[in-house]
């Protein structure tokens, strides 16, 4: 099983950017695809955006526009750039990966999440 491993959180301020970056060593992503998922407490863990191995990304309203996510298969590295950052964009964020069903792995794994948060 694949072994996430999360960094680039931290504190911004509101207008700031941060890239989040996943670790995935010997992942190599094709159709079950990668994603960001963010979590606040008390809230369902929701979906941020996601990527396959064609390189077709998704990228929910929350955050559309405001920020890109990729992956480099020579780093097996998953990143999310987020940009002109808000205070609600302040949630746990986690990496994920097999996030399809369809003839894929019948779970998801996911990394162990790291903090963004956002002041004014």
């Known amino acids: 099983q694949v072994q996430l491993e999360e960094s680039g959180g931290g504190s911004v301020q509101t207008g700031g950017s941060l890239k989040l970056s996943c670790r995935a060593p010997?992942?190599?992503?094709?159709?079950?695809?990668m994603g960001w998922y963010r979590q606040t407490p008390g809230k369902k863990r929701e979906l941020v955006s996601h990527?396959?191995?064609?390189?077709?990304?998704y990228y929910a309203d929350s955050l559309k526009g405001r920020s890109t996510i990729s992956y480099d298969n020579n780093k097996r590295t998953l990143y999310l750039q987020m940009n002109n950052l808000r205070t609600e964009d302040t949630a746990v964020y986690y990496c994920?990966?097999?996030?399809?069903?369809?003839?894929?792995?019948?779970?998801?794994?996911w990394g162990q999440g790291t903090q963004v948060t956002v002041t004014s």
């Open positions: 990527i396959n191995g064609d390189g077709k990304v």
């Open positions: 010997g992942y190599t992503l094709r159709r079950c695809g």
């Open positions: 994920a990966a097999d996030i399809f069903r369809v003839r894929c792995p019948p779970t998801t794994t």
